[in-house]
């Protein structure tokens, strides 16, 4: 499966991140741990929302829309 998550810091809740992974429990340790240089600023993170496929490439499609402006919109609405 693969997972296009949703995480928001909890030291600046403004501050929210969208990702795809294939291993959803070690992406968020990595994150926490700040191994990743996106949101090492801002840990520690909670997860959101995440949603499943079962293909990569649906996964960082759905990815790509979360990041542009009517997927922003929809993930106010539906996802936060």
């Not at 810091?9 to 968020?28: C, F, H, M, P």
């Not at 600023?41 to 979360?66: G, N």
Request: glycine fraction near 4%.
């Amino acid at each position: 499966m693969f997972y296009v998550y949703l995480i928001q810091s909890l030291a600046n809740e403004e501050q929210r991140y969208v990702g795809t992974t294939s291993d959803l429990k070690k992406r968020i340790e990595e994150h926490n741990s700040g191994k990743s240089t996106h949101t090492n600023k801002f840990k520690p993170w909670r997860l959101v929302t995440y949603l499943a496929f079962d293909d990569q490439a649906k996964a960082e499609q759905f990815e790509k829309y979360l990041k542009q402006g009517s997927g922003h919109a929809f993930a106010r609405k539906h996802l936060w």
